[in-house]
C-alpha cells in the first residue's frame, strides 16, 4: 500500500472567472456529468488503493475549503498547511517529513489536485507499476503518452529499459515550440510531463538533501515546528519561509541518477485552459459542452458555463462563455490562453473578482453579496449546524439580520437570545456580537448592512474563528 499526498495549493488563473485565487480550480466541479470536485475525484480514482490516511498540502487561505470538501466526500486526511507557497519541492518534502512521522518508511503517490484522468483503470494499473520501482529505491514519475504535439506541457524523454514497467529517464525538456513537439512525438521517445511521482519518503528525502540542501534544512527545521490545529497540521512558519522556491523537476529530479519514468496513457488533461476542459468534456452532436442553462441556436463546438443566468447563443462556433455571479467571459477557444493577462489587469487594480466569487466561503458556512449600494450591503449568510461566527463589531456600520430558515443564537453585548425563521434582530453600531447556529439543519439568513463605511476591514474581531 501507499500513501497519497495531494498538492492543492494551484492558483489555476488560466480558468477564471470560475477559478480564482480565493477559490481555484482543484475545489470546483467541472465535469458536466459529476458533482464531485476536482480534489475530489483525485481521491476518488484510487479509492481502495490504499489504506492510511491522504496528505493534502494546502495554503492557509485554503485550508477551510479542503476540510470542507474532506468532510461532504466523507474521508479524512491529514491536510498540511504551508504558510506560503513555495512550489512543490518543499511541499512534497514536507509530506514526505511528516510521512515518516506517522509511518515506516512509506512509499507516496504524489498527484495534483486539478487534474483529468478519464481511464481510471489504466491510471491505476500505472500506479501499480510504479510501485514496483518505486519500493526498489526509484524516483517514478508518470509519462503521458501524448496523442498530439501539445506546446502546453513539459515533456520526458525516455532511455534505457529499466524494467518490464518502467524506462531511466534521459532527459526533462522545457515546453517546446510547435515543430519541436511535431518531432518529439513523431519519435516515440517522449512522454509529456505530468508532474506526477511516485517514490519511497526517505529515498525522496536524501536526494533532495544531497541535491538541494537548503530546502532540505528549511523544511526539517519548519517541521520540527509541527503543531496541529483542529484538522490542520501547521508547521514553523518563520522556518519555512526561509525556504527556497523551487519545482521538485528542478531540485530533484533533473538532477537524481534513480529517476524512471512509467507509462501512463489514461486520457489524463492537466485542464490548463477552457479549450483543454472543452477537450475532455462530453459533448453534444455539435460539438458543444453545455453545463447549466443554456438556450443553443446555430452553434457549434463551443463551451458554455452558465450555472446562475440563461445563456443563450446563436450563430456562433468555437466559443467559450463562462457565467458567474459576478463576471462573464467570452472568448475564442483558440485564444484562451490569454485569459490569464485578464486576471493579471484585475489584480493590477486589485479588483476583488481577481480574488473573490461574489459567494465566499467561511470557516462557519458562506456568504453572498447579493445587493449594494452606497450605504447599505445585502448579504445572504448560511451558517453550518454547529457552527458560530466570530465575536465582532464595527465603529461605522449597523446590521439588521432576518432568519430566512433555521435557528439562530444571538449574542449581542452578552446577552443571547433565540430567533427563528421570520423574525429579526438589530445590531446597532459598536455593539459586540455573533451569530450561532445551534440546531441540526443550516441557518439561512439575510444580513442587511448600512452605514457610511462597509468594507470589510471595518470588523474588529474580539474572539477569533479558526
Known amino acids: 500500500m501507499f500513501i497519497p499526498v495531494i498538492m492543492a495549493g494551484g ?4 480558468l477564471w472567472p470560475l477559478s480564482r485565487s480565493a477559490f481555484p480550480k482543484q475545489f470546483l466541479a467541472l465535469d458536466n456529468h459529476n458533482s464531485l470536485t476536482m480534489l475530489q475525484s483525485t481521491l476518488e480514482r484510487i479509492d481502495g488503493m490504499y489504506s492510511s490516511e491522504a496528505i493534502i498540502i494546502s495554503n492557509e487561505d485554503h485550508r477551510f475549503v479542503v476540510a470542507e470538501q474532506l468532510r461532504t466526500y466523507g474521508q479524512r486526511a491529514r491536510i498540511v498547511l504551508e504558510p506560503a507557497g513555495r512550489n512543490t519541492a518543499p511541499a512534497i518534502a514536507l509530506a514526505a517529513m511528516q510521512a515518516l512521522i506517522h509511518g515506516d518508511d512509506p512509499v507516496m503517490l504524489v498527484l495534483a489536485a486539478d487534474h483529468v484522468v478519464k481511464n481510471k483503470e489504466a491510471f491505476q494499473d500505472s500506479i501499480r507499476k510504479a510501485q514496483v520501482v518505486a519500493e526498489e529505491g526509484k524516483l517514478a514519475t508518470f509519462g503521458i503518452v501524448p496523442t498530439s504535439p501539445e506546446t502546453g506541457y513539459g515533456y520526458i524523454k525516455r532511455g534505457a529499459t529499466q524494467s518490464d514497467v518502467a524506462y531511466v529517464v534521459d532527459q526533462f525538456v522545457e515546453k517546446p515550440e510547435i515543430e519541436v513537439a511535431e518531432q518529439y512525438v513523431a519519435s516515440g521517445e517522449y512522454f509529456w510531463n505530468s508532474g506526477c511521482f511516485m517514490f519511497k519518503a526517505s529515498v525522496f528525502l536524501e536526494e533532495l538533501k544531497k541535491y538541494s540542501p537548503e530546502i532540505y534544512k528549511c523544511c526539517s527545521k519548519a517541521t520540527e515546528g509541527t503543531v496541529e490545529d483542529m484538522d490542520f497540521i501547521r508547521v514553523d512558519k518563520s522556518e519555512f519561509l526561509k525556504c527556497p522556491d523551487d519545482s521538485v523537476d528542478y531540485a530533484v529530479m533533473e538532477c537524481t541518477e ?36 443554456a438556450i443553443i441556436e446555430d452553434t457549434e ?81 448560511t451558517v453550518q449546524p454547529g457552527k458560530r461566527q466570530s465575536l465582532q463589531m464595527h465603529y461605522h456600520r449597523a446590521e439588521h439580520w432576518v432568519v430566512v430558515s433555521g435557528t439562530a443564537k444571538v449574542s449581542s453585548n452578552g446577552n443571547e437570545q433565540i430567533i427563528t425563521e421570520n423574525q429579526s434582530v438589530y445590531i446597532p453600531v459598536g455593539v459586540s456580537h455573533m451569530v450561532e447556529n445551534p440546531g441540526k439543519m443550516p441557518l439561512e439568513l439575510i444580513e442587511i448592512q448600512s452605514g457610511s463605511y462597509l468594507n470589510e476591514d471595518d470588523v474588529v474581531r474580539l474572539e477569533e474563528v479558526k
Do not use: F
Open 258 to 293: 534513480k529517476a524512471v519514468v512509467v507509462p501512463m496513457d489514461a486520457e489524463w488533461s492537466d485542464v490548463g485552459s477552457w479549450s483543454a476542459l472543452w477537450e475532455v468534456s462530453e459533448k453534444d452532436s455539435a460539438g458543444n459542452v453545455i453545463h447549466g442553462d
Open 11 to 14: 492558483a489555476g488563473s488560466r
Open 301 to 381: 463546438g463551443c463551451y458554455i458555463y452558465a450555472p446562475n443566468k440563461l445563456v443563450a447563443s446563436v450563430g456562433v462556433k468555437d466559443i467559450v462563455v463562462v457565467e458567474t455571479k459576478d463576471a462573464v467571459l467570452v472568448a475564442h477557444k483558440d485564444n484562451v490562453q490569454k485569459v490569464k493577462k485578464i486576471v493579471e489587469h484585475l489584480k493590477a487594480e486589485n479588483r476583488a473578482e481577481y480574488r473573490e466569487h461574489r459567494e465566499v466561503y467561511r470557516p462557519w458556512g458562506k456568504s453572498d453579496a447579493i445587493d449594494g449600494g452606497d450605504r447599505y450591503k445585502v448579504n445572504r449568510i
